[in-house]
């Protein structure tokens, strides 16, 4: 009897050690649980600050997220105070009617430009010059004017295809904003000068770039008309510099998977400026064939447009 007992109690208190054990377990794994959900909670909130937040906190971030993300970066700053995504992408009105993304649209094409004047030897900001290079008397520039898709050698010996047009004019000329927009950026690049680049609201996957600049005359969210003076050409080119004249390219630019892709800009040229600008870049590539007397320099045949080679894309 007493064995009975004896065992009956072990046997209670198994049960009870068991149940407790039991309980112990599931309040850990309720724990555990709980623990994983604030975790998935504070990863949700983030990924969401991470979205519209460290994104476009501050000036400098939306900037580069903008750059490298246009296609995306409405989603992430439209609602976001930052002063600079406002700026690009104001609170939607119902009744506005958004452009087509696919459809950017210039209205300058970055220097002033004319039909060649003998007198001053000039077409518009353009002067007609070849530069030789200090020790002996080849011609380093062939042309005043570089076309869209121009071929290039590149660093590494292969041939590449220039991405954007470039001017060649008198150091101290005027580089023009050849859309009206906002100041994206102003960013020092490799060349120890500046590129300038604008957005249009209403076309938030391009982006308007003035590159080769010195001397800017606006400020990151600034609002500019076509048109209007930001900077000086460039003077980076050592050789042009010490001849008086400096550098300017000029580009239109979307992106594929956070990688700029370069657009001809003068196809994209306002239907009320674009037989002004395309009669002037034809005289151009007269004019200066005949200054330098060697009437083979642009094979315009075989252009897509005036100031283009092609219009296929370049990704560069």
Same mark, same amino acid.
């Given at each position: &009897? ?7 109690? @072990? ?5 009870? !050690?068991? @149940?407790? @054990?039991?309980? +112990? ?5 309720? !724990? &555990? ?22 994104? +476009?906190?501050?000036? /400098?971030? +939306? =900037? ?5 993300? #246009?296609? #995306?970066?409405?989603?992430?700053? =439209?609602?976001?105070q930052n002063e600079l995504c406002t700026k690009i992408f104001p609170a939607e009105n119902p009744s506005d009617t958004k452009k087509d993304d696919s459809k950017p649209q ?5 220097i002033q430009l004319d039909f060649y004047d003998p007198l001053t030897n000039k077409a518009g900001d353009i002067k007609f010059h070849t530069f030789m290079y200090p020790w ?16 290039? %050698? ?9 991405? #954007?047009?470039?001017? $060649? ?13 906002? /100041?994206?950026?102003? =960013? ?7 590129? $300038? &680049?604008? @957005?249009? %609201?209403?076309?938030?996957?391009? $982006? ?31 050789? !042009? ?11 239109? *630019? ?6 700029? *892709?370069?657009? +001809? ?16 870049? =034809?005289? *151009? ?7 330098t007397g060697n009437s083979s320099l642009y094979n315009e045949e075989e252009h897509a447009i005036p100031g283009c080679i092609t219009l296929d894309p370049i990704q560069r």
């Amino acid at each position: &009897m007493k064995l009975k007992r004896g065992y009956s109690a @072990i046997l209670l208190l198994s049960v009870i !050690l068991v @149940i407790f @054990i039991s309980g +112990c377990i599931q309040q850990a794994d309720d !724990l &555990m649980a709980g623990n994983k959900a604030q975790q998935k909670t504070e990863q949700e909130t983030s990924d969401e600050e991470k979205g519209l937040g460290t994104l +476009c906190s501050g000036e /400098v971030e +939306c =900037r580069a997220f903008c750059y490298n993300n #246009q296609r #995306q970066c409405e989603s992430y700053c =439209r609602g976001s105070q930052n002063e600079l995504c406002t700026k690009i992408f104001p609170a939607e009105n119902p009744s506005d009617t958004k452009k087509d993304d696919s459809k950017p649209q210039i209205e300058h094409i970055g220097i002033q430009l004319d039909f060649y004047d003998p007198l001053t030897n000039k077409a518009g900001d353009i002067k007609f010059h070849t530069f030789m290079y200090p020790w002996n008397s080849e011609v380093y520039n062939s042309k005043i004017f570089y076309d869209y898709g121009e071929v290039s %050698p590149g660093e590494d010996g292969t041939i590449e295809l220039e991405p #954007q047009p470039v001017y $060649i004019a008198p150091l101290g000329t005027k580089v023009r904003a050849i859309t009206s927009g906002v /100041v994206l950026d102003i =960013r020092k690049i490799y060349s120890g000068d500046y590129t $300038i &680049m604008v @957005i249009k %609201p209403e076309y938030p996957g391009w $982006i308007y770039e003035h590159e080769h600049v010195i001397n800017p005359t606006v400020n990151i969210g600034d609002t500019v008309t076509s048109g209007q003076v930001l900077a000086e050409v460039s003077n980076y080119n050592q050789w !042009l510099r010490n001849d008086g004249y400096g550098v300017l390219d000029i580009g239109i *630019l979307s992106s594929v998977n956070g990688k700029p *892709l370069h657009h +001809c800009p003068y196809q994209y040229l306002d239907e009320s400026v674009k037989q002004f600008y395309f009669e002037r870049i =034809r005289a *151009l590539y007269t004019s200066w064939e005949e200054y330098t007397g060697n009437s083979s320099l642009y094979n315009e045949e075989e252009h897509a447009i005036p100031g283009c080679i092609t219009l296929d894309p370049i990704q560069r």
